[in-house]
């Protein structure tokens, strides 16, 4: 059970973490990032988010362990003191207390394998790394699983118009999902912006579909077959980061496709937890590409699952179907 200090130190660190993101977004030089050995790129905001958020909660939980996408040993050794000495620095910018050390520390505090039992946070520093990168959509996601289930997420969404139809009137939104208590929104001062519902569409028609904004991360052709199956004519809305899942829950698109680009590839459980939750407690639905409920108990993957299909629920076997029929 989710304790009143750690929902509060949850919403709290995932707010300055974006902070320490939107801080970093104008500083973004060749020397703000580099190339994880998997060939993707991580940038000072990822570390620094990461050390901000599992130092607050190792504060309020110190025996949760955490899943965390980022691992210090990136940092470390002489090859990496630039790129460590920005980190600590942009992290002392918003949490003067801590050092080198214990900014390391906090980041590898997210070493933990995940599993069926116990109570873990799982976190995504910057979830579209590739968005923020080119100053685009990214989130801070930030989820508690336990015995295997998610039980509370915190999406922060720091560059997202809070009105989707309206982007002047301000951007940053941070989504609350509670088991069984429903999702809302909050501003980046951590005010209720009220509850979130998806919206009401059933006749799969009229619906819109939101993707990924990279060919690598899912078969942007394949969504297209879908989407011509189902009879919907509008274009979709391309969009990096968990940032999709925001927009179903709130009404703003209907159906949010992943559909894998390659056999093998393993889904991370950071990268849907939060994002997961925010879309059933706001009614919607969530699966893979075959219809099966995705599995965060079996470690730091959803290895079990191929793909992800979430939707606003009344049109989501419609969608599961013309995914299966579009299949090259
Ligand atoms: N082949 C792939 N299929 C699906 N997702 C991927 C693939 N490769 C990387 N990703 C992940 O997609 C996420 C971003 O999704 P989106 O494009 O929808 O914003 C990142 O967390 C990224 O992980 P990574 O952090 O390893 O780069
Ligand atoms: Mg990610
Ligand atoms: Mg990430
Ligand atoms: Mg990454």
Same mark, same amino acid.
């Given at each position: 059970?989710?304790?009143?200090?750690?929902?509060?130190?949850?919403?709290?660190?995932?707010?300055?973490?974006?902070?320490?993101?939107?801080?970093?977004?104008?500083?973004?030089?060749?020397?703000?990032?580099k190339?994880?050995?998997?060939?993707?790129?991580?940038t000072?905001?990822?570390?620094?988010?990461?050390?901000?958020?599992?130092?607050?909660?190792?504060?309020?939980?110190?025996?949760?362990?955490?899943?965390?996408?980022?691992?210090?040993?990136?940092?470390?050794?002489?090859?990496?003191?630039a790129?460590?000495?920005?980190?600590?620095?942009?992290v002392?910018?918003?949490?003067?207390?801590?050092?080198?050390?214990?900014?390391?520390?906090?980041?590898?505090?997210?070493?933990?394998s995940g599993?069926a039992?116990?109570?873990?946070?799982t976190?995504?520093?910057?979830?579209?790394t590739?968005?923020?990168?080119?100053?685009?959509?990214?989130?801070?996601?930030?989820?508690?699983?336990e015995?295997?289930?998610?039980?509370?997420?915190?999406?922060?969404?720091?560059?997202?118009?809070?009105?989707?139809?309206?982007?002047?009137?301000?951007?940053?939104?941070?989504?609350?999902?509670?088991?069984?208590?429903?999702?809302?929104?909050?501003?980046?001062? +951590?005010k209720?912006?009220?509850?979130?519902?998806?919206?009401? !569409? $059933? /006749?799969? =028609?009229? #619906?819109?579909?939101?993707? @990924?904004?990279?060919?690598?991360?899912?078969?942007?052709?394949?969504?297209?077959?879908?989407?011509?199956?189902?009879?919907?004519?509008?274009e979709?809305?391309?969009?990096?980061?968990?940032?999709?899942?925001?927009?179903?829950?709130?009404?703003?698109?209907?159906?949010?496709?992943?559909?894998?680009?390659?056999?093998?590839?393993?889904?991370?459980?950071?990268?849907?937890?939060? +994002?997961?939750?925010?879309?059933?407690?706001?009614?919607?639905? !969530? $699966? /893979?590409? =075959?219809? #099966?409920?995705?599995?965060? @108990?079996i470690?730091?993957?959803?290895?079990d699952?191929?793909?992800?299909?979430?939707?606003?629920?009344?049109?989501?076997?419609?969608?599961?179907?013309a995914?299966?029929?579009?299949?090259?």
């Amino acid at each position: 059970m989710l304790t009143d200090s750690e929902r509060q130190a949850a919403i709290d660190a995932v707010i300055l973490a974006s902070k320490l993101c939107q801080n970093v977004r104008s500083k973004l030089d060749q020397g703000a990032s580099k190339e994880k050995e998997d060939r993707s790129p991580v940038t000072i905001a990822d570390f620094g988010a990461q050390a901000v958020v599992l130092n607050a909660l190792a504060k309020v939980s110190p025996d949760v362990p955490a899943v965390g996408e980022e691992d210090a040993s990136d940092l470390r050794g002489d090859a990496n003191a630039a790129l460590r000495e920005r980190v600590v620095s942009e992290v002392q910018a918003l949490v003067p207390e801590l050092t080198e050390s214990t900014v390391l520390e906090a980041i590898d505090r997210g070493n933990h394998s995940g599993g069926a039992s116990g109570r873990f946070w799982t976190l995504d520093p910057i979830d579209g790394t590739k968005g923020f990168l080119r100053n685009d959509q990214y989130a801070v996601a930030l989820a508690l699983i336990e015995d295997g289930e998610v039980t509370f997420g915190v999406l922060g969404c720091p560059h997202l118009p809070i009105d989707w139809k309206n982007p002047d009137a301000g951007r940053g939104c941070f989504m609350v999902a509670e088991k069984g208590k429903g999702c809302k929104q909050l501003d980046s001062e +951590g005010k209720s912006l009220g509850k979130v519902q998806v919206d009401q !569409v $059933t /006749d799969p =028609t009229k #619906a819109s579909f939101c993707e @990924s904004v990279e060919s690598g991360h899912t078969k942007h052709g394949w969504a297209a077959a879908v989407a011509e199956k189902l009879g919907i004519t509008t274009e979709s809305v391309r969009m990096d980061s968990q940032c999709k899942y925001t927009a179903i829950a709130r009404g703003d698109a209907s159906i949010y496709l992943r559909l894998p680009t390659r056999p093998g590839y393993e889904e991370k459980i950071w990268d849907h937890a939060a +994002g997961v939750l925010c879309v059933t407690e706001a009614g919607g639905n !969530v $699966t /893979d590409i =075959t219809g #099966a409920a995705l599995d965060f @108990s079996i470690g730091r993957t959803l290895k079990d699952n191929r793909g992800v299909i979430a939707t606003n629920g009344p049109i989501h076997d419609a969608v599961v179907t013309a995914v299966q029929a579009a299949q090259e």
